[in-house]
């Protein structure tokens, strides 16, 4: 047996989490029930955001309709809709997994927390499929 | 709660606040009908998803339509603001300085609403 | 007498060597060489660090055998017990504290907090003996059995996420004890339990994560339990609701 | 039960060893009005205590060969149940004879065992088999005593929490580097925190090396000797509870002859040897293979139940540095003051002894440092209910 004391220096894992945002937002060792916790989070604050943003923008429409229309032809262009499915994706993600948090949280469903979370985010990821392609040929 | 006091210290149950997560999980209960109703209401009647002004300004004159949407922004905000609550909470700030972050997002929401219901009476003028 | 395994190799262990009033953040870790054999446990590396190369290396061990709950801490990022956690085969393995707890010295976390929590919960029961005459054993004791399982080793605090956040949160140990009383009282009324855990620092604070259950080295399930503190008190405060006038 | 408050004695006893019967004696020696300061190199119960394997013994294991150790036991037995409540698992032991030659030595061991006043009592196969559906069904008799399960750490820790809620000073992380001797008297130690590195001494009017398998080593820093014997088992721990009470091969001592329930998992223990050094024991794989044999013999599941953990623990025996195996050495314990022995001051080992026996090991002690500081304070852990093990972290 050796010793050596090697520099200091960030080993793949890291100190203790943080408290507060850093804390929960660092996904290490994380398991499947902490990064739906993560993921949950991250698109309610997205999602935060994009109400928001949709209201300002809403607000177009109190300007008239040349205002509003332009918006339109805007809102229809591809990277535009791109950002639709990703709001798509968050409010399937976010919605079904609420559904989980429900369903679990208020112990109605006390222990399939895991094969919930699966088989919910499996139909998201359908559904976000199937609207995305909708929403790039209908337009 | 005053949860700074030793739990044993704590009052026995007087009538008690419904804890934030219930709240979340009733509006949230709601949202997946009222955030339905307005995809299907806004997006999804017609084919391109989103709508010329004189189409919305026609579907806005339709008072159910106006109550689905007010509901929904109520209840959009509460669940968004609710949620901004718990997170601001984790931090682990003092009792005073949460219900200072409770009184702020309840400012915040009925100005949300407020801005939402002028907004409809605003475009109704517009058009 | 020696190891008898024969095919030993050398694992480089990365730890934590933070002391008490330290940034939290701080990276202070030093670097030994262990060899290694098949059936070595990261607490026997670290017994033979402290025996062989380092005398100050400061850890909790007692009793060997994921009974004690002593030895938790964290290998490469995860929580679990050192005495029943084999060395990872790869090169480098990362030894760190429990988090969510101080830290004391190098390993070792100040458990105050924790056993805090744990007083307030109703202390923990020693398993009732069904097999001696004038025993009363409680109905279903197999499932009753998983709480009495709990090894106070702070594991579930460490990884959950809103303790991580929060520290005034009780913790899902002190959470899962509750629940232990709830489930066989022996005597005692379980209200006062239940009530003291419906509360937004207890019971309601738990996001769900399910770490807790899915890194506790004994088979208890903090979260099972939380949630069915939760669905108690969310029906008692239903019945209040829906019985106007009627007697609390 | 009132606790006498003795006065205050103006001694300060320093007690090197944080395992069990160092937590019993700082309790004892609070209680009769000492000024305690505890040492020990890592977490108390890091030593022999923890690695037990949790039986509280009713003594019937010593009974034939062993009766002073019998008698101890069963005594000690009573009085922790009534001093450490709600610690125990009261699920009783069972001796199982499963050989002719077993059978044979019943008669023996039965009417040993009520010669040492434990209550033993015989049980048919049947009605064994009926009480634990697991054991071997090959058996032949039983014999029912009242053994229990302990937590190796937590009973102890009661004394400790009770102790530094009575004002002794508890310093786990603190190793002893030298004893402060001068003209063969021991006048407290010096010691190093190895939480900060920081090196100080620790003035005593007494030191009690109570340091069990190491208690040799401690001695020899005051130039003293203590015929120890560290004498290792193997315990292998299965996951799955196989048993409720606690099973007991019945047969003259021998490997692998008992198995400890404890929360969900089987403790089977042990073997025996004997070495010089207690640190480094290692865990011998054919000592393991041993514990799922023998204990097969009592349960048949055991041999394909899941291995969960295996240690070496070093019992503290005291004996003749001739032995070869341990087991011919008694389990009982002795109290060396060294100045009968060495010629040494102020110096007082403790050793031998078990789990099981740590309150009666402090007992002994206390009488002693109490006849040497000329104080009269009686012993009173025999009454006093020791506080629950979470005070010892909750503060």
Known sequence: MASTTAEPRRPAVGPARRPGFVGWFDPRGRRLGGIAFLVNRITGIGLVVYLYLHLVILALLAQGPTAWDTFIEVALSPPFLALDVILLAGILIHGLNGIRVGLVGLGLVASRQRALFVALMAIAALVALAGGLRIFTAG | MTSDQPAAARPEAGPRMVPGFVGQVLSGAALLVLLGLHMIAQHFVVPSGLRDFAAVVDWLRNPVVIVLEVAFLVVVTYHALLGVRAILFDFGFSERTEHRITGFLAVVGIATVAYGVALVAAILDAA | ?248 | MTITRLPRQPYHVLVVGGGGTGGALAHDLVLRGFRVTLVERGEVTSGTTGRHHGLLHSGARYAVKDRESAVECIEERRILGRVCPGTFEENDGLFVAITDEDVAYEPLFFESCLASGIPARRVSRAEALRLEPNLNPELKMAVQVPDATMDAMRMPLRFFATAKAGGAVIRPWTAVTELLVTDRVVGGARVRDLANGVEEEIRADLVVNATGPWAGQVAVMAGCDVPIRPSPGVILAVRGRWCNMVINHLHASGDGDIIVPQRGLSVVGTSSWVVEDPDDLGVPEDHVERMYVEGAKMIPAIRHAERRAAWSAARPLIGSRDADSGRELSRTFKCFDHRETDGVEGFVTISGGKGTTLRAMAETTADVICRKMGVDAPCQTREVVTLPHTAYYAA
């Open chain 3, 1 to 248: 007498m020696t190891e008898t395994a024969p095919a030993l190799r050398t694992t480089r262990f990365v730890v934590s060597r933070r002391k008490e009033g330290d940034d939290p953040g701080a990276l202070r870790y030093d670097t030994y060489d262990v060899a290694v054999g098949p059936r070595t446990t990261i607490l026997d590396a670290l017994v033979a660090i402290r025996r062989h190369l380092d005398p100050g290396l400061t850890f909790r061990h007692s009793c060997f055998h994921a009974s004690c709950g002593t030895c938790g801490m964290r290998v490469d990022g995860r929580e679990g017990l050192a005495c029943v956690t084999p060395v990872p085969s790869g090169a480098e393995v990362v030894v760190e504290p429990l988090a969510n707890l101080p830290v004391v010295s190098d390993l070792v976390v100040d458990m105050e907090v924790f056993y805090e929590a744990f007083d307030e919960a109703g202390r923990p029961l020693v398993r009732a003996s069904e097999s001696v005459p004038g025993s009363t054993p409680a109905e279903g004791i197999e499932e009753l059995e998983r709480y009495e399982d709990c090894i106070e080793c702070g594991i579930c605090l460490s990884a959950c996420p809103v303790a991580g956040s929060d520290p005034r949160y009780v913790g899902p140990a002190a959470l899962a004890a509750a629940w232990r009383v709830v489930e066989e009282p022996r005597g005692r009324d379980p209200g006062p339990v239940v009530r003291l855990m419906d509360d937004e620092q207890a019971a309601w604070r738990c996001h769900l994560a399910w770490e807790c259950s899915e890194a506790c080295p004994s088979g208890v399930d903090p979260a099972t339990a939380i949630m069915r503190i939760r669905r108690s008190a969310a029906s008692a405060r239903a019945r209040r609701l829906f019985s106007f006038g009627g007697t609390r």
